[in-house]
């Protein structure tokens, strides 16, 4: 079966760097996607990887390793706002996208 | 920007109603796709479309029918309503152009069913 995991719950500090995981065993690649989303609003596309290797956006960067079926989201210089569930998704042999249940992120001051 | 909009953000119906859930895209969007979202399952796929007319189900379209008639709207029916069927329905669209083809969400509805 298809299957994404990341842990369930972060705690991290403002100022601060998190490494958000993710493993996957999906039929086919076609390309890794993160999301982010606050309590109560909708996703919104973070990043997308389909070569191995590091993808740098701003703070966030994003990471993929095809060969180990791993990804990571690394946010640097943590900010309040980044308070929200990460959501890591594959798109599979079907171009569908198969979904985690997501990181909660909670950002101490 | 692209803009997904879904008819309401809370819903509160009876078991056995029939219930409408609506979604609108305004970016000319191929694909269509209706989610449910629960705590600790993640986002769980109920159909999806690829065009005008087309409907294709997703991993859990027990319950459930779509419909598709024109490209910028895609509908969410529950032909009667159950309390298991209470979730976030979160609607989205791409513009079906393969890879790193992202999805741009609506809102979200949370349907609660009494």
């Known amino acids: 079966g298809q299957n994404i995991d990341q842990p369930t719950e972060m705690t991290a500090t403002e100022g601060a760097i998190v490494q958000i995981n993710c493993t996957y065993q999906?039929?086919?690649?076609?390309?890794l996607f993160w999301y982010q989303q606050h309590a109560g609003e909708a996703p919104t596309f973070l990043s997308y990887?389909?070569l191995d290797g590091l993808e740098e956006k701003g703070r966030f960067s994003s990471f993929l390793s095809r060969s180990k079926g791993y990804s990571y989201l690394l946010l640097k210089e943590l900010q309040m706002k980044d308070s929200a569930s990460y959501l890591c998704a594959v798109m599979d042999s079907n171009y569908q996208l198969i979904w985690g249940a997501g990181t909660k992120l909670i950002i101490k001051p | 920007d692209v803009k997904v909009t879904q008819s309401s953000r809370y819903l509160v119906k009876r078991t056995g109603e029939k219930v409408f859930l609506e979604c609108v895209q305004d970016m000319d969007h191929e694909n269509m796709f209706w989610y449910r979202q629960d705590p600790g399952l993640g986002l769980r796929l109920i159909y999806f479309s690829y065009d005008v007319k087309m409907k294709e189900k997703g991993d859990i379209p027990e319950g459930y029918s779509v419909s598709r008639e024109k490209k910028e709207r895609f509908s969410l029916i529950l032909e009667s309503a159950s309390t298991n069927q209470t979730s976030m329905y979160l609607c989205?669209?791409?513009?079906?152009?393969?890879?790193?083809?992202?999805?741009?969400f609506g809102p979200g509805t949370r349907l609660t069913v009494t």
């Open positions: 990887n389909v």
């Open positions: 989205a669209s791409s513009s079906g152009t393969g890879e790193a083809d992202e999805q741009y």
């Open positions: 999906t039929s086919g690649f076609n390309g």
